[in-house]
């Protein structure tokens, strides 16, 4: 069992799955509507294929999450992107949902919102939680159901979303749970435990899940097309060291890049 923060690993050249191709059927979920008949909120298309739901890892994840990692998962540059980008879309006031959320939110600590519910698979970890309210403890690769009550402003997942098996499933429970205009924002670098991720995750590009996260919206009926926020490492200047310059010769960095993809229920507010 790790007790350190996954490490980031070099993407993989081998392609991601074709975009343009969505499975038709699977035996685990029933067939979703086909897309000129789903109704707001429901499930278009799947985006995974079966072999792009496998993790190496078999074990529930309850138990994989079982200890309590009190470290961050990725590093200040990107915490501080993430934080900016919340002050810039979130508003005070607001009620926020923070899925596969952990002892930290990275909200901005001058903006107070009505309420913070949490979410995640360690009870402990969402206890330190100092911006939470409340929180409950669910595993979504079991039952993707969100027993809430309310309807959010805004839904997070931070550095997570490369670990749900069945994503349309939490993304038309997204859905559900926003009110009109709220926002989604999911949040990713290149870290990942390894064996928790995701066949089509761990044999992606940068490139690609990104593209994978907007399919994620896309195929359930009303979000907004989705918006991508990318903030890679320097490429130079005088800010970036000996070791930036010999990590980019072999296609790594020294720090997180960030990603977001953004989406809206219905309609982005002006």
């Known amino acids: 069992m ?15 799955w074709p975009a343009p191709r969505c499975s038709s059927s699977d035996n685990s979920q029933p067939s979703p509507p086909p ?20 993790k190496l890892d078999p074990r529930p994840d309850r138990d994989f999450y079982g200890f309590p990692r009190l470290v961050t998962h990725v590093d200040d540059g990107f915490i501080a992107a993430l934080t900016g ?21 990275h909200l901005p600590p001058e903006v107070r919102f009505r309420r913070v519910v949490g979410h995640g698979l360690n009870a ?9 309210d409340s929180f ?21 997942c931070t550095v997570s979303v490369q670990y749900l098996q069945y994503p349309e499933k939490v993304f038309a429970e997204i859905f559900r749970v926003l009110k009109p ?50 903030e890679l490492p320097a490429a130079g200047g005088s800010s970036a060291s000996p070791l930036d310059a010999v990590l980019r010769l072999f296609g790594m960095a020294s720090s997180d890049p960030f990603n977001a993809v953004i989406s809206y229920r219905n309609f982005k507010p002006m």
Not at 2 to 16: E, S, V
Not at 42 to 52: K, N, S
């Open 124 to 132: 402990q970890e969402l206890a330190r939680n100092p911006r939470l």
């Open 2 to 16: 790790f007790c350190t923060a996954p490490q980031p690993l070099r993407p993989r050249p081998r392609p991601l």
């Open 181 to 230: 205009g709220g926002v989604c924002i999911v949040s990713f670098s290149n870290r990942m435990f390894y064996e928790k991720a995701i066949g089509a995750w761990r044999e992606g590009t940068a490139s690609s899940r990104v593209q994978l996260v907007m399919q994620y919206f896309q195929c359930v009926e009303g979000f907004t097309q989705p918006e991508v926020v990318r």
């Open 35 to 54: 897309p000129s008949t789903a109704a707001a909120g429901g499930i278009r298309r799947l985006v995974l294929p079966p072999e792009g739901r496998a």
């Open 85 to 105: 980008l919340y002050r810039e879309r979130l508003r005070a006031g607001w009620d926020v949902l923070d899925l596969m959320s952990s002892w930290v939110s």
């Open 136 to 156: 409950f403890v669910k595993d979504l690769n079991e039952e993707q159901q969100l027993a809430l009550e309310g309807s959010f402003d805004a839904v997070l």
